[in-house]
Nanobody, 121 residues
């Protein structure tokens, strides 16, 4: 079993920055791709970013490209999401997930419980 715990969310003004962390325990995630997703109230969950096991490949949703950066530290079994130039429309619960494979992309078989990000205008 893998447990994923997100942290780093909070309230920030538009234009501000946050760094989300996703700490894995139970089993290593170092050989698996990881992803970040988000879900705003009343909306479906959407893909945000993904990273391959070796960090050589990253993928971003068009809505966050150029503003968000995904990275990982396999020694720490942790994945990060750096969010800059935040907009009110980035407000959502953010979830990390482990891919079944080492590449970017799903399917994702383990999910965290999420951390809330609220961006005020």
């Amino acid at each position: 079993q893998v447990q994923l715990v997100e942290s780093g969310g909070g309230l920030v003004q538009a234009g501000g920055s946050l760094r989300l962390s996703c700490a894995a325990s139970g089993r290593t995630v170092s050989t698996y791709g990881m992803g970040w997703f988000r879900q705003a109230p009343g909306k479906e969950r959407e893909f945000v970013a993904a990273i391959s096991w070796d960090s050589l490949s990253t993928v971003y949703a068009d809505s966050v490209k150029g503003r968000f950066t995904i990275s990982r530290d396999n020694a720490e079994n942790t994945v990060y999401l750096y969010m800059n130039s935040l907009k009110p429309e980035d407000t959502a619960a953010y979830y990390c997930a482990r891919s079944r494979y080492g590449r970017t992309g799903g399917p994702y078989d383990y999910w965290g419980h999420g951390t809330q990000v609220t961006v005020s205008s």
